[in-house]
């Protein structure tokens, strides 16, 4: 079966797409709740702000993702780098979860002939890929400041995500046996 350049990359980005949340939701896990609240300087973000700030943008941006304008005008982004008292963990999570839940429903819905349709964030035209790649970028950007701060926070006990230290070799070797 021919499968198009355009097949492939819906596919390939809805796999990448869970990646990303999966990492975030791993490094999650290990943080106590009294770290999601740190901040370790005054020009970065908490762990706490992180996560509502892309839960906010994934709600934006994929909601109507083809239909409306992906900056919602009931988004207050800047409120989501404020804490937010009485917010607990839960309340936050469940906010994360919608997010993502809008990002893989928009994926798993699109097809190829909307690939070249017009999308806009904040009046400015893309295409659906561009708006798609863009979207991903920004949420590997986020995903990876969460996995920096959740190991910095538990530290020794930290359960890698990825290939451990020291490991690479095994590990190549692992998968090349497996090929």
């Known amino acids: 079966m021919n499968t198009s350049p355009a097949d492939l990359f819906l596919q390939d980005i809805r796999i990448q797409a869970r990646k990303l949340k999966e990492l975030a939701d791993k490094a999650l896990v290990q943080v106590r709740d009294e770290d999601l609240t740190v901040i370790l300087d005054p020009e970065s973000n908490s762990l706490f702000m992180i996560v509502q ?69 904040r009046s400015e035209p893309h295409t659906a890929v561009q708006a798609i790649n863009r979207g991903i970028a920004h949420a590997a950007y986020h995903v990876g400041q969460v996995v920096l701060l959740a190991k910095h926070f538990a530290s020794a006990d930290w359960r890698t995500l990825s290939i451990p230290r020291g490991k690479s070799s095994e590990f190549t070797q692992a998968m090349h046996r497996k090929a």
Not at 56 to 77: A, I, M, Q, Y
Not at 84 to 97: I, K, M, P, V
């Open 53 to 121: 700030h892309l839960a906010g943008n994934l709600r934006s941006r994929w909601t109507d993702f083809l239909t409306s304008d992906g900056e919602k005008p009931d988004r207050n982004r800047d409120s989501e780098f404020e804490p937010h008292a009485g917010t607990s963990r839960a309340d936050l999570l469940a906010s994360w979860e919608e997010g993502w839940s809008r990002l893989f429903g928009t994926l798993d819905g699109l097809s190829v002939e909307d690939l070249g349709k017009t999308v806009l964030i």
